[in-house]
């Protein structure tokens, strides 16, 4: 195929709009994934992603059409992430391509996901096709939803496409509108190799596997090349294109999507972002929009038994392979022994790979709550990064704090406008701008501590909202507050991994909170257990923890074995997830208590 009749694309879309369906309903149309092999959603393959309904990782597929027209058209769908912790890798993709399907369920509406993926489409600089999606729904209200994207997005909608990708309709007006309105890459095939990272994972087989999408220039197999962020050199291997699994070919040239194999031990030598080149004859400039991951959003994970300190080191080493966004060193703590301080690009990043170590390296791990990165100027004139409360420095040794601030965008019918804009006012947002998008819903943007933010805001917004508002939120740096550390000292004990960074206003409140949400969570023992917040020196709230008297089972009156074995049940699952800090057994919850005190 000529690159005149080569279109590359994404499909951009707020979660549960549709985005995965409508991919797995153009590769059926196209005949390149035969119906019986069709697996639900065949571009969300990792199980954690299909579980929690996400895109995580990017995957690509080529699929051969035979347009209205009569020719062969190549069309490539590279898939995106669907979380704001992933918008780089987003960014990276789209910048992969021509053209972006923006698909809008009907039913729905633009929400914070759709604007924030079409920010990133309109950077760079994408054709975009409006799709309205899940017409087949009875409250779908396609003229509304159009009215609402050229109000938001100010895009032309006359000729959006009516689509249920649910029961196929419209799929070939899509695949139309991809032929005519996405423009052919340029030929640029005479020039230096030059092609975009939008993604790599690890293969334990053949090392890391690349995808990319050359830009200049042409690639073969057996080329030795140079990756120009890392430096890293490589010959490759094997060569292909996703189709969408893997089928090796001997060439690939500007404008074409592809994967290639080089025995490459770490994906941090071939990072998303980054532009792959020959090592004989090198590019002049690398392609723009690189960039280092930087983790956001920091935790501790310690092992609760701690003879599984090395193999929580081993997991995290294997996970790095595959994740370059992933940091992690050692930390030790007099309450928790040893562990690791691990970053991550945000809340949701932090998940997974928790859950990944639980579930696929069966380790038993107390994970602290999540910390910002805070800037601290000393007085001695430095400044330094602190992503973990315990380490402060002294506020004799603090000049003051700076912590990050996000945009924070919420998207919501006007019912909750008034409970949304209290939630933030109460995270120490500023608030920047309230507008109507249409008679029934609003945009509310604010300006919010990062901090503020990764606690349980997304969960706040959602129940204040009956799950109708959606958000989404980008950097904007960082300032300067009145921020103090929190201390919390159980049975007499400072527990460092419960230390937070708070603003002094509300100090009083939190550790008031605190210790109570502390006294609910620690199960009685056999002794008196006092629980304080300190600022300092100073004792800001107390509380305690009465000594056990009866025995649990005593509640039970006897009789009721299938009560008792439940009880029994719901101790000892409880027990899996304690730290013994002292002489006291503190349960996860507990660790995570200052996230829940509303
Ligand atoms: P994604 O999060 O954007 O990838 O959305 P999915 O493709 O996973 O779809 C979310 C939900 O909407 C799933 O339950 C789909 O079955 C459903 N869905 C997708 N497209 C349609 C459609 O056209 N009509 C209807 N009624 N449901 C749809
Ligand atoms: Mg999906």
Redesign the pocket.
Known sequence: VPVSRIRNFSII??????????ADRLLQQTGTVEQREMKE?FL?NMDLERER???IKLQAARMQYVAKDGEVYCLNLIDTP?HVDFSYEVSRSLAACEGALL?VDASQGVEAQTLANVYLALENNLEIIPVL?????PGADPDRVREEIEEMIGLDCREAIL?????GIGVDEILEAVVKKVPAPPETVDEPLRALIFDSYYDSYRGVIVYFRIIDGDVRKGDKILFMASGKEYVIDELGVLSPSQIPVDRLRAGEVGYIAASIRSVADARVGDTITHAGRKAAKMLPGYEEATPMVFCGLFPIDADQFPELREALEKLQLNDAALKFEPETSSAMGFGFRCGFLGLLHMEIVQERLEREYNLNLITTAPSVVYRVHTTSGDVIEVDNPAALPDAGKRQFIEEPYVRLEVITPKDYIGTLMELAQNRRGDFKELKYITTSRASIVYEVPLGEVVSDFFDQMKSRSKGYASMEYSMVGYRKNDLVKLDISINGDSVDPLATIVHRDKAYNVGRALTQKLKELIPRQMFKIPIQACIGTKVIASESISAMRKDVLAKCYGGDITRKKKLLKKQAEGKKRMKSVGRVDVPQDAFMAVLKLE
């Not at 879309?13 to 985005?19: E, R, S, Y």
């Not at 689509?163 to 029961?167: F, H, M, N, V």
């Open positions: 879309a707020h979660i549960d709009h549709g985005k995965s369906t409508l959603q969300d309904g996400i895109t669907g698909v999606n899940k017409i087949d729904l689509c249920s990708a649910k029961e």
